[in-house]
């Protein structure tokens, strides 16, 4: 893994835009990914190799809870440690400003988001029948901040 993670800001919603749309049919478009950065909470993540940026990770912290908005690695990057290193990095700044715990929901058949959550230590919460489009339930998984490492 050469990507280097830095803190992203709403001048970096388009690159964010871009990483987003190479991970999910459903694309975010910039200026609702810089509303959520400006918003109450707002915190995100790029991951930057010298090829280009490699993933991101957008989140909202209303301490002491963070929820992840929204995670993605590049196809030829996956498998290399940076979703793992993206979340390490986001518990490690988040629990500097007070946070205790993240939360977020997955799709039920999403297997490598779940299998990456379960890898840092999340368990599953509870369940929201039918939540996503085509009937797909939702997975909602949390973890104590001080448990999410590298
Ligand atoms: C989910 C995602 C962010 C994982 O990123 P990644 O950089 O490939 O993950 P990592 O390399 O850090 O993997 C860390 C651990 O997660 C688990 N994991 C990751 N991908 C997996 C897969 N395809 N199948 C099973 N487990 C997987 C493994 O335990 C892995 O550790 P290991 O490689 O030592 O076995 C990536 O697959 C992705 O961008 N998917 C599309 C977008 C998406 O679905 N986002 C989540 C929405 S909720």
Do not use: K
Not at 40 to 51: C, Q, S, V
Not at 109 to 119: K, Q, V, W
């Amino acid at each position: 893994m050469s990507a280097v993670i830095t803190r992203a800001g709403v001048a970096d919603a388009e690159r964010l835009a871009r990483l987003h749309a190479a991970s999910f049919a459903d694309a975010w478009d910039a200026p609702s990914i810089a509303r959520l950065i400006s918003g109450p909470g707002g915190f995100a993540l790029i991951a930057a190799a010298p090829e280009g940026d490699e993933g991101f990770a957008l989140l909202q912290c209303v301490v002491p809870e963070a929820e992840l908005l929204s995670i993605g690695v590049v196809p030829a990057a996956r498998r290399g440690g940076l979703g793992r290193a993206l979340l390490a990095r986001a518990a490690r700044e988040l629990s500097a400003v007070g946070a205790d715990t993240m939360f977020l929901d997955v799709a039920a058949d999403n297997l490598p988001a779940i299998g990456l959550y379960r890898a840092l230590g999340f368990g599953d919460m509870s369940r929201r029948p039918r939540y996503y489009r085509g009937g797909i339930d939702a997975i909602v998984m949390r973890a104590g901040l001080a448990g999410i490492e590298a």
